[in-house]
Every structure is written in structure tokens, then in C-alpha cells.
């Protein structure tokens, strides 16, 4: 049975699609993708997955309790939000795709992939699969971006610490029906490294004629000469007055870290580490709100919209810290959030910002309960205004990189293993 043709322009998509296929027993064809084609694949690789496995009678691919289902689903979504996004996020900036190359990012986004490494290892210490007894989508789609992870970023020496997942993987891809799919694996024995590009070598210019010796200049004239042939020095550039501001306490790269790393909310929390640190004579919070929220369409534009802004916040990136959300359903909605801004007053930090004017910005003062409310609710992502509740947000996080993923991704299924 044929389940039609997919386009795509990723080898480890069309790859992950017709193992899914063969694997229920259908056949697909993949096909690179056109310029009439928008946007590939043509649907969310892990939907197409799921749609092809449901065609196959009988299929155990996605599970056959609803418990089972979801379980296959979990894994699955755990699966592209961190094993496929941070290793195509290495890759780019080793191919030079995300410019300029980033060491620091690089790091975090390889200890990120780590991470994720180690939660799937401690799984299968105890399970064979993923999700159930057998094969699913979840074990496909791992083995796919493994494959990919392992012949570039993942080498011998890191590879080494995670021998269940080896194992898992090699059972998928030899499997009968899907070994073909995969073909075989060039496993890299060092990861891929950033080379920076040759610069090109100017040719010389060919050398001037000889000219004439001119005859020698009284010295007073000769000094003026020389005062005159000296190079353009520019003049220093003036401090920016938030780096003259008195040193604080309160280290913001040190709040993002614990921000990323810890849950918002509870003890230890990342809420906790922040009361227990501010500096409110450095540092000031701020309400941020969308002046224009009528002009608000889909949600997930007003999503990219935030990631927009901050973005052009990157001049004040070491100076700032922003948990901004949309909150509310498409046609309706609104977006909120909060700031902490180096300084007693926010403009210098935002007006870098050339739409910084489209927000209004109101002191949120701690020792008021609501505003305190407020400002721990944007910073958890759990804020509610009036009837509209928070639908998805954007951080103002590490510094020189505007990371766009969100906070606390690995949900459920890391929490388990922490």
C-alpha cells in the first residue's frame, strides 16, 4: 500500500519517514523539495510519522492503549525538542550556517545534547524501547537523529558514555524490514569542528616608478610636513553609562544560568536563588506591554514578534533580562511580560531597540503583592491577564545568542531523571 509522496529537504526527515513506512509494512516516495513547495516537509515530520504509521492495520507503531499512545508521543516530541534540535543547532554553527561561530554556544548547546543523552540512557537501562515492548515511532525517530548525531557531533570518546543507547540504536537500524532505510553508519571518531574560512590574499600592487628625488625642505617646513601626513587617530568611544553605574551584587548571567537550570517555582527554585540575590539598588523590574494588541493576529506570530524584539535588544543583551509572553487565542490576545534591567530606569537599556516605543513599561515594585504575583507569573510562564492565559513566551537569556527554546522543554520526561 502507498502512502503517497513526501517532500523534504533533509536527508535524516526523508530517511526517518520512509523507515516509518517501511517499517508498517506501506511504501512512500520521498521527494527533494520544489520551489513551489512553501515549506518542508510538507507537515511536521512527527505528524507525518504518526499519519503513515496509523494507515498500517494493526500497527503497534503508535501504541495500542491511549496510554501507550501518549507515551509514544512524549518520547517522540523529546526526541526532536532536544536530540534533533540542539544537534542541528551544532551543526549549523560548525558549517558556518549561524554566524558569527559562538565557542560558549556551542558548548551549551553540545551539553544540552549531553543532557538528553544521558536522560534516554538511564531510560533504557531498565526498558529495551522507549515507549513500549516493542518498536514505535519514538525508537524510529531516535535512531534517525542518532545516525545523524553520531557520524558528526557525537564522537567515539562521548559515545562511549552512553552504551544503551548504542545498543538501541543498533537494533533499530538493523532491523529487517528497515535496514535498507538506513543503510549503514559512519560513526565519527571526532566531532566536527568549526574551521574559519581562508581569507583571500590580496594581490600586491605592482610597485610605483621611481620617482625623482625632491629637493630637501628647510626642517621647520619638513616638521610641518610630518604633522601634516600623520594618520586620522579616532576618538575613543564613550563608555556606555550603564557600565559606569556603581558594581552590584546582583550578577545577571549568574540569574540567567539559574533561571535555565533550576524550576522556577519552589524550593530551590530559580524564584528562591533570585529574592535571595537581587540588588534592588542595581537593578529595577519592569511590566512590559504591547501598546498595539488590537493589530494581533495568530499567536505564534505574536511569539515571533517577541523573539523579533528581543533580538534587536542585543546591544543591551548583558544588561537585561526579559520573560515576555502571548497570552489569549488568535484574533484576541495580547502580549505581557516582565523586565530586569540594569540600572534605575529602563530606557537606556531598551531604546537600542528601534521599536522600543511600541511597549509601555511600569516599575513593578516587590513589595506590592499583585505586582510581585505578576512578575513570578511571567517568569514561570503560568500568567494570566483578565480571561487571556499565557500561550507561549520568549526569554531574554544568554548573552551574544538569543536562544529560542523554551524554558523548562524537557517537561515531564527529564524531571523523572533529575
Not at 521527494?31 to 516537509?41: G, L
Not at 526498558?127 to 515511532?137: G, K, N, Q, S, V
Not at 524550593?267 to 493589530?295: I, M, P, T
Not at 499565557?390 to 537569556?397: A, H, Q, S
Amino acid at each position: 500500500m502507498s502512502a503517497g509522496t513526501i517532500h523534504t529537504a533533509s536527508e535524516v526527515e526523508g530517511k526517518r519517514i520512509s523507515a516509518i513506512a517501511a517499517f508498517a509494512g506501506l511504501s512512500v516516495e520521498v521527494k527533494e523539495s520544489t520551489s513551489t513547495i512553501v515549506k518542508t516537509p510538507t507537515f511536521i515530520t512527527s505528524a507525518i510519522g504518526r499519519y503513515i504509521a496509523s494507515l498500517a492495520p494493526n500497527s503497534t507503531l503508535i501504541g495500542n492503549e491511549a496510554t501507550d499512545a501518549a507515551l509514544v508521543d512524549q518520547w517522540v516530541a523529546f526526541v526532536d525538542s532536544t536530540i534533533a534540535h540542539n544537534n542541528s543547532l551544532i551543526l549549523q554553527l560548525v558549517k558556518g550556517v549561524i554566524n558569527p561561530y559562538n565557542k560558549p554556544i556551542h558548548t551549551v548547546f553540545l551539553d544540552r545534547l549531553t543532557s538528553s543523552l544521558t536522560i534516554i540512557e538511564k531510560h533504557l537501562d531498565t526498558h529495551t524501547f522507549l515507549a513500549t515492548e516493542r518498536i514505535t515511532l519514538a525508537d524510529i525517530a531516535l535512531a534517525a537523529e542518532l545516525q545523524s548525531a553520531f557520524s558528526t557531533t557525537v564522537d567515539s570518546a562521548l559515545r562511549a558514555k552512553f552504551p544503551n543507547v548504542l545498543r538501541h540504536f543498533e537494533t533499530i537500524v538493523n532491523q529487517p524490514k528497515i535496514a535498507s532505510v538506513f543503510g549503514s553508519t559512519t560513526f565519527a571518531e571526532k566531532a566536527l569542528q568549526y574551521v574559519p574560512p581562508l581569507k583571500e590574499k590580496k594581490e600586491k600592487a605592482p610597485a610605483a616608478p621611481a620617482q625623482p628625488k625632491a629637493e630637501k625642505k628647510p626642517k621647520k617646513e619638513e616638521i610641518d610636513e610630518e604633522d601634516d601626513d600623520k594618520p586620522y587617530e579616532e576618538a575613543p568611544k564613550e563608555k556606555n553609562p550603564l557600565d559606569l553605574l556603581p558594581k552590584s551584587t546582583f550578577n545577571l548571567e549568574d540569574w540567567k544560568r539559574a533561571y535555565s537550570n533550576k524550576e522556577t517555582r519552589g524550593a530551590g527554585g530559580s524564584l528562591e536563588w533570585f529574592y535571595q540575590n537581587f540588588d534592588k539598588e542595581g537593578f529595577s523590574l519592569w511590566r512590559v506591554d504591547f501598546k498595539y494588541n488590537e493589530e494581533l493576529t495568530q499567536t505564534y506570530m505574536s511569539s515571533n514578534q517577541i523573539g523579533g524584539f528581543f533580538n534587536r535588544l542585543e546591544a543591551s543583551r548583558k544588561y537585561l533580562f526579559g520573560s515576555v509572553g502571548v497570552l489569549g487565542t488568535a484574533n484576541n490576545s495580547i502580549i505581557a511580560g516582565a523586565l530586569v534591567a540594569r540600572g534605575p530606569e529602563i530606557k537606556p537599556v531598551v531604546e537600542v531597540a528601534p521599536d522600543w516605543e511600541s511597549y509601555t513599561y511600569e516599575r513593578i515594585d516587590l513589595e506590592n503583592v499583585e505586582q510581585k504575583a505578576f512578575f513570578e507569573a511571567a517568569l514561570a510562564w503560568d500568567l494570566e491577564v483578565g480571561d487571556k492565559k499565557w500561550v507561549d513566551g520568549k526569554n531574554v537569556r544568554q548573552a551574544s545568542f538569543q536562544l529560542n527554546l523554551s524554558h523548562g522543554q524537557f517537561s515531564d520526561v527529564e524531571k523523572q531523571f533529575k
